[in-house]
């Protein structure tokens, strides 16, 4: 069965870190681009960050830049985000999802999503 699992999502202070695992189990991420995105109640689905197969391109939204890192270990058939200085606005499920164009057609998978929360 190919899927995506999302993990590390919790209860965290303002200020606070985080560190998100999505791990693929059925297929190989090695080929595909991997996204970040999060909904927050009430609101649609946005893109947090993406990072390429190959690792060497990242991408992200401006409201997260400068205190979310996202980076893959191919090896370990995992890409992480790593969000630090974390703000009550974050709180959010979050989703990981693969992706990859061949022949003019797109492959993706989403994983069930996990829960940021951020209060005091």
């Known amino acids: 069965q190919l899927q995506l699992v999302e993990s590390g999502g919790g209860l965290v202070q303002p200020g606070g870190s985080l560190r998100l695992s999505c791990v693929a189990s059925?297929?190989?991420?090695?080929?595909?681009?991997i996204g970040w995105f999060r909904q927050a109640p009430g609101k649609e689905r946005e893109g947090v960050s993406c990072i390429r197969n190959s690792g060497d391109s990242t991408n992200y939204a401006d409201s997260v830049k400068g205190r979310f890192t996202i980076s893959r270990d191919n090896a370990k058939n995992t890409v992480y985000l790593q969000m630090n200085s974390l703000k009550p606005e974050d709180t959010a499920v979050y989703y990981c999802k693969a992706y990859k164009v061949v022949a003019g057609l797109e492959y993706d998978y989403w994983g069930q999503g996990t829960q940021v929360t951020v209060s005091s």
């Open positions: 059925g297929f190989s991420l090695d080929n595909y681009a």
